[in-house]
């Protein structure tokens, strides 16, 4: 045995009386004794089985795969995933049995392997488009049967083309791109969450030296084939299937694009990924494209929207239903339905004070920043009105050298797939025109690759007693941004009451539409694809 653990020239040798290929089945034994070398010479962490002297017909064994398992006191099979190098899609497990010398000797080499697995490979700089790590922080953070969902769901086509289909959308990523060209050509990028590979053909379209494409999923397969069938284009393209946690790139890029955008903006904690991605692989002052985002939010009043969540629950009064009384899960059904966030299109005019926002900053937050965010609330009510909730959209901006675009989701611009998302208060609050509204909206991110919201609005005291401070109204609401309630339906003509018709309501120049280049944009059909709720759906459906 030589070379301890942790010194730079890592190495371990292990003597041994026989290995066998279970796949071909031949054993090397007693004629030259059997080495297993651990070692990290040629960069990749293996553990290789030859004989002394002997490196030809060696079995290796990725250590980043393998598990070992003891079948008797000395003998143990050590499983790895293979990989067919003839034919680049095939992949098996491969198994080897080893036999050693005593009880102590195999007791030493299961030490060694588990050390090399838990301290080597940690954190090591592995190849280009390897994984760094067998956990890595995305998988510390995540639960395993979310990710598992998640990338499933962004491995098919078609949830794919739903994205490409949002027209306000790729095209508003288009035009930012090509007109900052200045701010592509010559330069190495890295797309961040690649998909179908869309945005990589994008920058190589504006000149980009080097696109290197990071996509998680099984997606990445049809990226390459995308990208293969574009070749002018494609042979600046390198197509990584990892992890932007994980995946190690030869080079630094000057540039990142990525579209990392949930509901909310915040939903999917990919924008933690995208941070994550700026620390590992981008240059000093290097563009983020986009390189920030805000959280727009206003009160709204909707009475429609207020009685159809709350007769919902009306199912649960029923005291006669085939003989039982449902009465008593009235109140946690209630509940339930006022902790789904509902997705939809509203109408501007619904909202009943000018929106206020908050930035995040992509070029400068830390990971940590986006585990929990409070924004405090303040408004000014521009009419009297029984406030239902708090409305919410998002924007983000690419800041380009040459152009400057923002891509809004607002209520009254084009309808994106992200549409608007509103927090519905099961008790409303009343207000008159000019009162103030505070409150705060805190977001907590859980593992489940969402947040849970906690809202609070509250008015303070009108007229003579306001002096004294006193708030008379408080409303609070839990809500589980994974779940939301999706009402996709055309923006509702809203009839206005009477005291929002003498009193224009916002002045919509507030919201900020900056998207307006494109037509009025068809409203889709389909839910947002980053929901967690379609997925849960779609993973109960199969
Ligand atoms: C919203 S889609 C955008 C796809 C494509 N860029 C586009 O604009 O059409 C996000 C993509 O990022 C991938 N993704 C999410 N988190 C990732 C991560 N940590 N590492 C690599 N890919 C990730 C998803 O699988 C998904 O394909």
């Not at 709350?310 to 509940?335: C, E, I």
Request: glycine share 6%.
């Amino acid at each position: 045995m030589e070379g301890p653990v942790g010194q730079k020239e890592k190495l371990q040798e292990f003597a041994l009386v026989s290995v066998s290929d279970l796949a071909s089945s031949s054993s090397e034994s007693h004629s030259k004794p059997v080495v297993a070398r651990f070692s990290d010479d040629s960069g990749l962490a293996e553990l290789r089985f030859h004989k002394e002297s002997e490196s030809a017909a060696a079995i290796n064994v990725d250590l980043r795969t393998a598990q070992i398992f003891k079948v008797s006191s000395v003998q143990s099979v050590c499983l790895t995933e293979g990989s067919d190098s003839t034919e680049e899609k095939t992949s098996y497990s491969r198994g080897v049995t080893v036999q050693f010398r005593n009880e102590e000797e195999s007791r030493a080499f299961h030490c060694a392997f588990k050390q090399w697995k838990e301290e080597v490979l940690e954190g090591k700089p592995l190849p280009n488009g390897t994984i760094s790590a067998t956990k890595s922080k995305f998988d510390d953070k995540i639960e395993a049967s979310s990710a598992k969902m998640y990338f499933h769901y962004y491995g098919q086509l078609l949830h794919q083309q739903n994205m490409l289909q949002d027209y306000v959308r790729t095209g508003t990523y288009y035009a930012a791109v090509i007109e900052n060209r200045a701010d592509f050509f010559g330069r190495v990028v890295v797309d961040v969450g690649a998909g179908s590979g869309i945005l990589s053909l994008f920058a190589a379209q504006a000149g980009a030296k080097h696109v290197y494409a990071v996509e998680a999923s099984e997606m990445a397969e049809y990226a390459r084939k995308l990208i293969a069938g574009n070749p002018s284009l494609g042979q600046r393209i390198t197509v990584i299937k990892g992890k932007v946690e994980e995946v190690e790139l030869p080079e630094k890029a000057d540039m990142l694009i990525s579209e990392p955008m949930g509901t909310l903006l915040v939903n999917e904690r990919m924008l933690e990924s995208y941070v994550i991605a700026r620390d590992r692989f981008l240059v000093p002052n290097g563009k983020m494209f986009p390189s920030l985002g805000r959280i727009h939010m206003a009160p709204f009043s909707d009475e429609y929207l207020f009685i159809e969540i709350a007769n919902k629950a009306l199912f649960w009064q029923q005291q006669n239903y085939y003989g039982v009384d449902l009465t008593p899960l009235y109140g946690s059904a209630f509940q339930g339905y006022f902790s789904q966030p509902v997705v939809d299109a509203f109408d501007p005019r619904l909202l009943v004070a000018s929106p206020t926002y908050h930035v995040l900053d992509f070029t400068k937050s830390k990971e940590e920043d986006l585990y929990e965010i409070e924004i405090p609330l303040r408004f000014t009510a521009s009419v009297g009105a029984r406030v239902h909730g708090l409305a919410c959209w998002f924007d983000v901006l690419f800041n380009g050298s040459t152009v400057q675009r923002w891509l809004t989701t607002a209520p009254g611009a084009p309808t994106t797939h992200w549409y608007q998302l509103r927090c519905v208060l099961a008790q409303p609050i009343y207000v008159m025109a000019g009162q103030e509204i505070t409150g705060q909206l805190r977001m907590v991110a859980h593992n489940a690759q969402s947040y849970t919201l906690y809202l609070t609005l509250m008015a303070k005291m009108w007229g003579p007693g306001a002096e004294q401070g006193g708030i008379i109204q408080a409303s609070s609401c839990k809500l589980d941004l994974k779940e939301p309630y999706y009402r996709m339906s055309q923006p509702q003509a809203y009839p206005l009451t009477q005291d929002q018709q003498s009193h224009p309501l916002i002045n919509t120049q507030d919201i900020q539409i900056q998207s307006q280049d494109f037509e009025e944009a068809e409203l889709m059909q389909h839910p947002s694809p980053n929901s967690g709720a379609q997925m849960n759906s779609m993973a109960e459906n199969n």
